[in-house]
């Protein structure tokens, strides 16, 4: 069975150091969240302007005030912090978290990242923190769904979306495998319910499998 | 020049913006959205309106509500798109307003530039992306930057939670957001804020917009509406 | 008799306008500050990360942590700010303050300034905010003696010290006149001890003077 | 990387200097001066050191004694003339230190550039003066500007006032000055303050520096010296 966007999330989490400053984006990645154990103490930043972000609010703790990225009510664990948006992104972008991790409609064998307009007609294009995300996280994380609902692939040789980064993506955790993208190739660092096979039968992009 | 001016309602505090003119608008989403002052502008009737913000309005109410009055020309903003944003998308379709789509950070740090006297800045992000088409590009110590101009406002609509008397601005949380850059960027600034108390009030410690910035300041009764909707 | 360099202080705080934001550099042009009555609302910035700049300390007010540009210690009014380095040059270089006021070894005819290095064999440059300061408030005005210890006039018609500035300078504040520099000259705004003849005789520099 | 770790002595907290490595020192002449942290680096005795700091020391103690000690190669730095920079000036007419002047303006907004992951960035500061020759210009919108980059350092020492747990700092007064924009500035930023208290006892809302910014904290007596000389 492919991993569940829960499980997925959960292994994601696996791959983060403690004490990391991490962005989980927004939708599905800020799921990674409910897998991070507090006392390896992760503190997360929310682009929006605040590191120490907690947990989604929940009945009164909801504030109109207080949001992540994606507008979604949170709280605030203690040694938080608040700052504007040019600070925020200074932060970001200079190259200061540890560790984003982002959904994507596609990433290529170099680590291309596509994940904020599908350029289809009519789409209206919104690219919001993503660019500044990809180019400014030291790892950049993709957490995502190894084929579209059409059964084509989201690992491709080259982007055919429009990007969001060039060359960013460090690792791609998909249902069915993770991927690290590397100067020698896309390394598979793990599969799920499928063998390398069939991986490298359904991807258009060469596989490297390091021998154990 | 001069210290805050204190105004007795959100309508007078708007009165400075023009046809043509360029407003920023604070909040992400509705946290630290401006509703008053919105609405004011809305009453006041400027036109030809381009809006900077990062949203391009959510649901029928603020920024949304300006849109729908026909008042907007021209969005600049990161993220127009959202489930409750069918005013704007509406506009968009129809082709009855433009945009222009900036990554969130260069929203952000274009209008710091423009606060802090900076011509034009590198910048890596949006390089290789449809967003750096046209844009000059240069590499420095082996990473490719992209140049970015600076974005100066006429007006900033802007929210905060605690103005003192001389114009020194505090924040609540994250409705801070794009608040405190807006301020720098633009020729006036105007700030709804919860309470107005004497200088001396606020602890010069914790000051996150000093005085300088503000122009003009208006107290309004707190509202809040649902945050609904991801993105 | 020419103006000593309180009255000078005097004559400049004159020109600022209630309310205004203001830096006074470091050295002689602080002494303006004596004479802003508090009652004109006249709000200090100084460089090093402050606005609401109160007079010196004395005393037990004396805070090694609460210092003016030129490191003397000063005190704090109601609805002070303190912001750091980066921020108070952005607010500097942004335009965002009315008028400044500095000494200077010479001011040329269009506005030039030279007031951080005499070039002199042997000296050691220094330029604090100096520069700052030249390009970025709305209005700079200079204070200091018309004439050099050596009689040599220090209103020219171009600096042969280093510049500080191209073109920045609004007015100069001297123990002999004022003068405006403008696109159409050097206008006397108004002298003190000598006549406009006795100034075109002892300056280099043509002198524009409205008739009233 | 992972939070503030806290260190029982200046020693240990400065034993991330290297020889060679750029190091920007925090303070305004003496107010926010890291003093235990400099006096432990004299210690320590990393060499060949470039100093990025406002001043280049006054009197015999701080940066002063740094330099004293000779272990400083080079000094950036917008005004090392002072009445009691003796110890500076004897370096620099015996040609045993360089000097690279930066206007004071310049040398934090390039810092900050640094920490922001800006590439490069057209400055007015400084135009048609003896500090721009070389320097790329543009004019745009009919105004002159200087390309200026951004400078990093291998580690910043600053002074703080207190800290928490986390590494989140507040400043005090006029001493904040050149901290904030040295700890984004550094690959590590090590920090003496007066206090350390627990994480959740700093109002988020009040934070200067956050935590991610800081990387190793010393809790340091407060040590003031008379302030002395103007410039």
């Known amino acids: 069975m492919p991993l569940n966007p829960d499980q997925l999330a959960a292994r994601v989490a696996q791959d983060i150091e403690p004490g990391s400053f991490v962005n989980l984006g927004i939708g599905q990645p800020t799921k990674v969240a409910d897998h991070l154990p507090a006392e390896i103490g992760v503190v997360l930043h929310t682009a929006n302007g605040m590191l120490g972000m907690g947990p989604a609010a929940v009945g009164d703790e909801v504030d109109p005030e207080l949001t992540n990225a994606g507008k979604v009510p949170v709280t605030e664990l203690p040694g938080a912090a608040y700052f504007h948006h040019a600070d925020s992104f200074a932060m970001m972008r200079g190259g200061h978290l540890d560790v984003c991790v982002l959904g994507a409609f596609q990433v290529s064998a170099s680590g291309d990242l596509a994940n904020w307009d599908t350029g289809a007609p009519g789409s209206i294009p919104a690219v919001g923190g993503a660019m500044d995300l990809a180019i400014g996280a030291k790892r950049v994380y993709v957490m995502m769904t190894l084929f579209a609902k059409n059964g084509s692939p989201k690992l491709v040789p080259t982007c055919t979306y429009p990007l969001t980064g060039v060359g960013c993506v460090s690792r791609v955790y998909t249902d069915h495998a993770v991927f690290e993208i590397t100067p020698d190739g896309v390394r598979v660092l793990e599969s799920f319910d499928t063998s390398v096979e069939e991986l490298r039968a359904r991807l258009e992009v060469p596989l490297v499998v390091d021998v154990r | ?231």
Not at chain 2, 62 to 68: E, M, S, T
């Open chain 2, 1 to 231: 020049m001069s210290k805050a001016q204190i105004f007795a309602s959100p309508d007078e505090a708007v009165s400075v913006v023009k046809d043509g003119d360029t407003v920023l608008v604070g909040g992400f989403g509705f946290a630290g959205m401006p509703f008053d002052l919105i609405d004011a502008l809305i009453r006041q009737g400027a036109g030809d309106l381009t809006i900077v913000s990062n949203n391009a309005g959510n649901g029928d109410v603020g920024l949304a509500a300006l849109l729908k009055a026909g008042q907007v020309r021209k969005v600049l903003c990161s993220f127009p798109r959202q489930v409750d944003s069918y005013v704007f998308d509406d506009l968009y379709r129809r082709g009855e307003i433009e945009l222009e789509v900036v990554p969130q950070g260069n929203l952000a740090e274009r209008m710091r530039a423009a606060g802090a006297g900076i011509g034009a800045f590198y910048c890596p992000t949006g390089v290789g992306t449809p967003l750096a088409e046209g844009k000059e590009t240069r590499t420095i110590d082996g990473r490719d930057y992209v140049l970015e101009y600076p974005i100066k406002g006429d007006v900033a609509l802007i929210s905060a939670h605690t103005a003192d008397t001389m114009g020194n601005l505090v924040y609540r949380k994250t409705a801070r957001n794009f608040g405190p850059v807006m301020a720098t960027a633009a020729t006036t600034t105007v700030v709804q804020v919860s309470s107005i108390v004497d200088a001396g009030q606020i602890d010069p410690e914790v000051v996150v917009t000093p005085s300088i910035y503000v122009d003009r300041v208006v107290q309004v009764e707190p509202r809040h509406y649902t945050v609904q909707g991801a993105r």
